[in-house]
């Protein structure tokens, strides 16, 4: 059984925990990685989220996935294709590591975009901020025990926000 939603209150060490990931996924990867952003529910401060790290590795092209797998391979990720999202390609994170998810995405991808673009959207507006984190609770109480029901269950608020 997967494990369950949990929603937790925001954590100030959370972009921490992003940095510490940031920074050996920098070291592994020099140049590869134009940057590194900190995207999901963690990257907002104050917002409730489930105390997992997102974080999109920027490449230049979809001709850098290789290289990148090719790094990443020793530090323990385990490449999982695109998931079903083109122009992003997820990476089971290695054993006993903090909680997060590791995608890369070339610059200009539509899914960058789309992470990129909801962060901000929440940084910036509070009341969204607030909206959002009451229907993730909601949601988490809902769909405990299906991960994809609640993720499938965002989507029509991710959606308005993002047309917003």
Known sequence: MPDPVVIAVYDPRWPARFAQLRD???AALGPLALRIE???STAVPGLAAK???DLDVVVATPDDLPAVIGRLRPLGYTHE???GVPGRDAFAAPPGSPPHH?????AGSP???????LRDRLRADPAAARAYADLKRALADRFRNDRVAYTDAKTAFIDALLAG
């Open 51 to 53: 105390p997992i790290i």
């Open 102 to 106: 590791l995608y890369v995405c070339p």
């Open 38 to 40: 900190h995207v999901g």
């Open 111 to 117: 899914a960058l975009a789309r992470h990129l673009t």
């Open 81 to 83: 294709g695109d998931r």
């Open 24 to 26: 050996r996924l920098t």
